[in-house]
């Protein structure tokens, strides 16, 4: 008898992990759409990402209230950069931020107007400035004004 | 009953069961085929229009909440350089969250190189992300499941899930993984899932200005981003792996790693 001792103790100590694996583990977890090797998993996750904040709102969430902004910038060469790329994402604006911190630093043009004369990249066709010679330290909004992106006013 | 009785009624009835059975089959209400629509997300890179400027990493950085100020990231940008030499350099400043504003090339540890204009045979910039592989290798060494393929294809983590042992990290050939620097646990593209399953482009697509960035369904065939993968010659990382990369790039070159 002594030697079945043993086995009763793993069978219950067995018994009781599949109990409490039974209560830990999501009953959605398990394998789904793309089989056991790729979809093994918690099915509700799926909806835990897809409900993530949307920050980055894009133009057409700009244009109503700041028609005469959209409208200089849509006849300007800068139409094909998003309002966000420099006014940030415009989260529940304007109820949440109310303001938008925007960015004016000398940095933020030197993303596309660094002349970098690279052949096979359109970066090279960017009408770009030497940035340690072209008013170095100076902030380019003093005389460019980026909306109308065109030559210093 | 006799026997033949029997077997009569049996046969009778399975054969109305599985005559039942394959008229639902074929017979399906079209609505619900409406709702299962295929959809395989895909990716397009054109490394002739980047210009390098890194609004993609900056939009990415600020809609995922990863810290702006931390050196990782879902995407970044590389940059590369080769002489007439044949010499090959190539960076990425801080995953180039702030673009490429100097012709100088970061060596690392503090070393520049400034390569003269007429040494340079060519250069050119390679967006990076996620290729959410049709068979992720990230995925099978997961020893816990927190991490999956969905069935539009996409690899996602589940964050409650994953115990941050980092065996995806080093499973993944392209570095795309890395521990998220506040909630300590794997973090990774996902072309941003919240975003394109409510029809919004992700965000570095909608920051890119020069349309270097797109993404469409492999499975709708007048998708324009998959005219573009079927009928144009495109082609991927590191198809030698076998994990069956779904970014396509227009412009790869043999020195991109």
Known sequence: MHVFRPLIVVLALAGTILIVRNFIVPSDFGVHESGYMYGWYRKSNEGEWKAVKVKYQGKEYCQDCHAESDQQVRSSRHNLIECENCHGPALEHPSNPAKLAIDRGRELCLRCHTHLAYPTSKRSEISGIDAESHNPGGDCVGCHNPHQASKPH | MTRRDFFKHTLKGLGGIVLAQGLGEIFRPVAGQASLKPVR?????????????????????????????????????????????????????????????????????????????????????????????????????????????????????????????????????????????????????????????????????????????????????????????????????????????????????????
Not at chain 2, 94 to 103: I, L, P, Q, S, V
Not at chain 2, 147 to 167: F, M, S
Not at chain 2, 224 to 249: A, D, F, M, N, W
């Open chain 2, 41 to 257: 997300w895909v990716f397009l890179v054109d490394t002739y229009k980047c210009i390098g400027c890194g609004f993609c990493v900056k939009a990415c950085k600020l809609e995922n909440e990863i810290p702006f100020e931390a050196n990782v990231s879902r995407t970044w940008v590389e940059r590369y350089v080769v002489t007439k030499e044949r010499k090959v350099f190539a960076d990425t400043p801080k995953e180039a969250r702030n673009g490429f504003t100097t012709g100088k090339v970061d060596l690392g540890m503090g070393r520049y190189r400034d390569i003269k204009n007429n040494e340079i045979e060519k250069a050119f910039f390679v967006p990076k992300l996620c290729n959410q592989c049709d068979k992720p290798p990230c995925v099978q060494v997961c020893p816990v499941g927190a991490t999956y393929k969905t069935g539009d294809g996409i690899t996602l983590v589940d964050r409650e899930w994953c115990i941050g042992c980092g065996y995806c990290i080093m499973a993944c050939p392209y570095g795309m993984r890395f521990i998220h620097p506040v909630i300590h646990v794997a973090e990774k593209c996902n072309f941003c899932y919240h975003r394109i399953t409510q029809g919004k482009k992700p965000a570095c697509v909608l920051a890119c200005p020069v349309s270097a960035r797109r993404i469409g369904n492999l499975k709708d065939a007048v998708d324009p981003v998959s005219k573009v993968i079927l009928t144009q010659r495109v082609e991927t990382h590191k198809g030698e792996y076998g994990t069956k990369p779904q970014v396509y790039y227009i412009g790869l070159s043999v020195e991109v790693r």
